[in-house]
């Protein structure tokens, strides 16, 4: 996990607006907004890199309610497109959501389905895929 944080502070743009990161209250508000738990890594995720901008893809977050990363909205978009409710989508996919199980997995959800992509935590998905876009 250090070495993936490491990997992201080093990628970070600079960008006109930065992103700011959370704290602990405005994870709780979000849980409260979108009715489910999150998951304990997708908190620390949030927590510790959700400020930063690398890459072509944008992961959801959830300090600036005007984003279009912003959670919320994320989620009830992606629910209402039909991605299952027990799934928090986690960032937007050209055709889908990466999302995250309450176990911390995370699986792509493409035309409606579930693909057989899946990652064993958010640490992983961050490098193989956050990374490399």
């Known amino acids: ?14 960008v006109p607006v930065p992103l700011e990161l959370p704290d602990e209250d405005d ?23 959700s400020d930063i901008v690398c890459g072509s893809i944008e992961p959801a977050t959830v300090t600036d309610s005007q984003s279009h990363t912003f ?13 299952p409710r027990e799934y928090i989508p986690i960032c937007e996919h050209v055709d889908g ?12 959800w493409m035309h409606g389905d579930m693909t057989e992509e899946e990652w064993p935590s958010i640490w992983t998905w961050a490098k193989e895929v956050w990374l490399e876009s």
């Open 97 to 108: 959501y990466y999302c995250i199980t309450q176990e911390g997995e995370i699986l792509l």
């Open 27 to 49: 994870l709780v508000e979000i849980e409260e907004q979108i009715l489910i738990s999150l998951p304990d890594e997708y908190k620390q995720f949030l927590l510790e890199v």
């Open 1 to 14: 996990m250090e070495d993936v944080i490491e990997l992201l502070q080093e990628r970070n743009l600079d």
């Open 71 to 83: 959670l919320p909205e994320m989620a009830a978009t992606a629910w209402d497109v039909g991605l």
